[in-house]
């Protein structure tokens, strides 16, 4: 009798639903921790074990370049473009540049399933993982869900359906838990499509932030941070509210970001093949980076869907960085008239393009690593990468 030897993961048994997490408080809810490759948690974890370097390498061929300002900010490329679709998909976020991707290597037969999120029938708001595949599931995952996902709970089911070409789409944390175990999952290609995230939240939190800035927040079906120094609402009725981020209620919504984003240093999704977001590219447009040649192959797919433009960069985020920091710090909120005065001044006169991400990246970076310093100083070495402290280097920080 031939005895069968099972990777020693197969012996090991997910944690129950409610269990503490090995991150303890800093889990992202990733996924993986509900599944046998819970024996891989203390290597993969983004947040118990820091490798972006060394998954980049993996990933990539090449960690990204130190001295190449872009490479700094944006991680390793082979391009950046400004790109939407010339004929947008009813109901996506904005054009649908990530759903007609993944639908077309669906159709061509280039994977098998694509990992995304969709929602419960209950909740808009409440991220249901699934392994799509048709092109009507894809499309049921289309907009945003900012909450924390655990996408990466669907990898047994990954495994049990026998699928060999997968894409994954999915934020930071999830993809360096993904790129940990990637060669674990026998799978003969995997895609990887991210997208940019910062400032996550739960559930209850989100509800938090729409009662607090939402003028009608059981209404909302979508929203994001925009170019123009507003948070964008999108209503059901199709109507647009928008409100100036020197607005929003700091004071009431410090604590309600998971503290897994508020010691993420991946706002840039370093590890997926090609990133689709929206902060380095003009207002209406998104920004593309294809980091590897699988982005390349992805992104072929569609090009002949899309307006493309280079990207561009003007205006100086510096200061308004380093003004940010003890106003972000001390919870300061100004009154709506005020609020509304400052965004038109800087929309106008402030940082665009590539400048206005690399504002984001320093604003997000340095509030970070002062939650870091603060409440995890034992990690903050080993924790946060060389690209981010030379980032967070530039600017003066209070104690």
Same mark, same amino acid.
């Given at each position: *009798?031939?005895?069968?030897?099972?990777?020693?993961?197969?012996?090991?048994?997910?944690?129950?639903?409610?269990?503490?997490?090995?991150?303890?408080?800093?889990?992202?809810?990733? $996924?993986?921790? =509900?599944?046998?490759?819970?024996?891989?948690?203390?290597?993969?974890?983004?947040?118990?074990?820091?490798?972006?370097?060394?998954?980049?390498?993996?990933?990539?061929?090449?960690?990204?370049?130190?001295?190449?300002?872009?490479?700094?900010?944006?991680?390793?490329?082979?391009?950046? *473009?400004?790109?939407?679709?010339?004929?947008?998909?009813?109901?996506?976020?904005?054009?649908?540049?990530?759903?007609? #991707?993944?639908?077309?290597?669906?159709?061509?037969?280039?994977? %098998?399933?694509?990992?995304?999120?969709?929602?419960?029938?209950?909740?808009?708001?409440?991220?249901?993982?699934?392994? /799509?595949?048709?092109?009507?599931?894809?499309?049921?995952?289309?907009?945003?869900?900012?909450?924390?996902?655990?996408?990466?709970?669907?990898?047994?089911?990954?495994?049990?359906?026998?699928?060999?070409?997968?894409?994954?789409?999915?934020?930071?944390?999830?993809?360096?838990?993904?790129?940990?175990?990637?060669?674990?999952? $026998?799978?003969?290609?995997?895609?990887?499509?991210?997208?940019?995230?910062?400032?996550?939240?739960?559930?209850?939190?989100?509800?938090?932030?729409?009662?607090?800035?939402?003028?009608?927040?059981?209404?909302?079906?979508?929203?994001?941070?925009?170019? =123009?120094?507003?948070?964008?609402?999108?209503?059901?009725?199709?109507?647009?509210?928008?409100?100036?981020?020197?607005?929003?209620?700091?004071?009431?919504?410090?604590?309600?970001?998971?503290?897994?984003?508020?010691?993420?240093? =991946?706002?840039?999704?370093?590890?997926?093949?090609?990133?689709?977001?929206? *902060?380095?590219?003009?207002?209406?447009?998104?920004?593309?980076?294809?980091?590897?040649?699988?982005?390349?192959?992805?992104?072929?797919?569609?090009?002949?869907?899309? %307006?493309?433009?280079?990207?561009?960069?003007?205006?100086?985020?510096?200061?308004?960085?380093?003004?940010?920091?003890?106003?972000?710090?001390?919870?300061?909120?100004?009154? *709506?008239?005020?609020?509304?005065?400052?965004?038109?001044?800087?929309?106008? #006169? $402030?940082?665009?393009?590539?400048?206005?991400?690399?504002?984001?990246?320093?604003?997000?970076?340095?509030?970070?690593?002062?939650?870091?310093?603060?409440?995890?100083?034992?990690?903050?070495? /080993?924790?946060?990468?060389?690209?981010?402290?030379?980032?967070?280097?530039?600017?003066?920080?209070? %104690?």
């Amino acid at each position: *009798m031939t005895l069968i030897n099972f990777p020693n993961h197969k012996k090991a048994k997910a944690l129950k639903p409610g269990s503490r997490r090995p991150a303890k408080e800093l889990c992202s809810e990733c $996924g993986l921790c =509900d599944t046998y490759y819970v024996h891989y948690v203390k290597e993969a974890c983004a947040f118990i074990n820091q490798q972006i370097d060394k998954l980049e390498e993996q990933t990539h061929n090449r960690s990204r370049n130190l001295d190449n300002p872009n490479e700094l900010y944006f991680g390793v490329q082979q391009d950046m *473009m400004a790109a939407r679709k010339t004929e947008p998909i009813p109901g996506a976020q904005w054009t649908g540049i990530v759903s007609s #991707i993944a639908i077309e290597m669906l159709n061509r037969g280039i994977v %098998e399933g694509v990992v995304c999120v969709q929602n419960t029938q209950e909740d808009r708001f409440q991220p249901l993982p699934v392994i /799509a595949t048709t092109p009507e599931e894809i499309l049921a995952a289309r907009v945003n869900k900012p909450t924390l996902s655990p996408n990466l709970s669907i990898l047994e089911q990954v495994e049990k359906s026998g699928m060999k070409r997968l894409l994954v789409i999915g934020v930071g944390c999830q993809i360096q838990a993904l790129r940990a175990v990637e060669k674990q999952l $026998g799978l003969e290609k995997l895609y990887v499509l991210g997208t940019p995230c910062v400032d996550n939240v739960t559930r209850a939190g989100l509800q938090k932030f729409l009662e607090t800035t939402s003028r009608s927040p059981n209404t909302v079906v979508h929203y994001e941070f925009m170019q =123009d120094f507003r948070v964008h609402f999108k209503h059901e009725d199709g109507s647009t509210e928008t409100v100036p981020f020197f607005g929003l209620k700091t004071n009431k919504l410090k604590d309600v970001f998971a503290p897994s984003c508020m010691s993420c240093f =991946d706002y840039v999704n370093s590890l997926a093949d090609l990133v689709v977001g929206y *902060m380095g590219a003009p207002f209406g447009w998104q920004w593309i980076v294809v980091r590897n040649d699988l982005g390349r192959e992805m992104l072929e797919l569609v090009k002949d869907q899309l %307006e493309t433009q280079p990207v561009m960069s003007k205006g100086d985020r510096k200061a308004a960085v380093q003004q940010s920091i003890p106003a972000y710090d001390k919870g300061v909120t100004l009154p *709506m008239w005020a609020a509304k005065l400052m965004g038109v001044v800087i929309e106008k #006169i $402030g940082p665009k393009g590539l400048e206005y991400a690399r504002f984001s990246i320093d604003s997000h970076f340095t509030r970070n690593y002062l939650y870091m310093k603060r409440n995890y100083a034992e990690k903050l070495e /080993a924790h946060v990468p060389e690209f981010a402290k030379r980032i967070v280097g530039q600017y003066k920080l209070p %104690e």
